[in-house]
């Protein structure tokens, strides 16, 4: 029994060291870096969803909040992030998860696009977006979201070649995609 509480001992005072250090043994003035994972609270700022009605972007907050930002006529990144946030959903049917995906082409992206988006995924989660431009570049820029436009266009007016085909030329470049979760 002595034994046991003379190693929990010494345990507890090697883990004390690293605290000590890190300190730099001038008391509770700790010096830490890293990226930061707190932000401030996201503006209550009102965008537009699939069905033309206008939608406030906490109205979808819950215990936490996936926000998306897509495209619809992206043809690659775009639906996988749907199609994972779909399964994500059905998998967190239970909790308190909202989701949410905010379009970087609100320009092509009208409410009647979005609309055949979600139903042409099966996504039942509001697909936003803003024709202010204005509006639009507050929401990207409170998520840190910089929109590539010349691969937005790359993808033409659906994403198809002039056959039918994808326009393999958009593979080869970066996809301005993002997915973020928010809580409370």
């Given at each position: 029994?002595r ?6 001992a010494?345990l507890?005072?090697?883990?004390a ?12 003035h700790?010096?830490?870096t ?10 209550n700022t ?6 033309g ?7 979808e ?6 926000i998306a930002?897509i495209?619809?006529r992206?043809h ?9 946030l779909?399964s994500?959903?059905s ?6 998860v909202?989701?949410i995906?905010?379009s ?15 139903e042409l995924h099966?996504?039942?989660w509001?697909h936003?977006?803003s024709?202010?431009?204005e509006t639009i570049?507050?929401?990207?820029d ?8 010349e691969?937005?266009?790359?993808h033409g007016?659906?994403g198809?070649?002039d056959?039918g085909n ?7 470049m970066?996809?301005?995609?993002s ?6």
């Amino acid at each position: 029994m002595r034994f046991v509480v003379t190693c929990l001992a010494m345990l507890l005072c090697i883990s004390a060291i690293p605290t000590v250090i890190a300190g730099g043994g001038h008391g509770d003035h700790h010096s830490l870096t890293g990226l930061q994972i707190s932000r401030p609270q996201i503006e209550n700022t009102v965008l537009t969803d699939q069905n033309g009605n206008p939608h406030s972007m906490h109205s979808e907050l819950a215990d936490a909040t996936v926000i998306a930002f897509i495209f619809t006529r992206c043809h690659d990144v775009c639906p996988a992030i749907t199609q994972n946030l779909k399964s994500a959903k059905s998998q967190l049917a239970n909790e308190d998860v909202a989701f949410i995906s905010i379009s970087v082409d609100p320009e092509y992206d009208t409410p009647e696009r979005l609309k055949a988006y979600t139903e042409l995924h099966d996504a039942d989660w509001p697909h936003l977006r803003s024709a202010d431009n204005e509006t639009i570049n507050g929401v990207w820029d409170e998520f840190l979201v910089q929109v590539d436009y010349e691969y937005i266009n790359s993808h033409g007016d659906d994403g198809m070649g002039d056959h039918g085909n994808m326009d393999n030329t958009s593979h080869d470049m970066d996809h301005p995609d993002s997915v973020t979760v928010v809580m409370p």
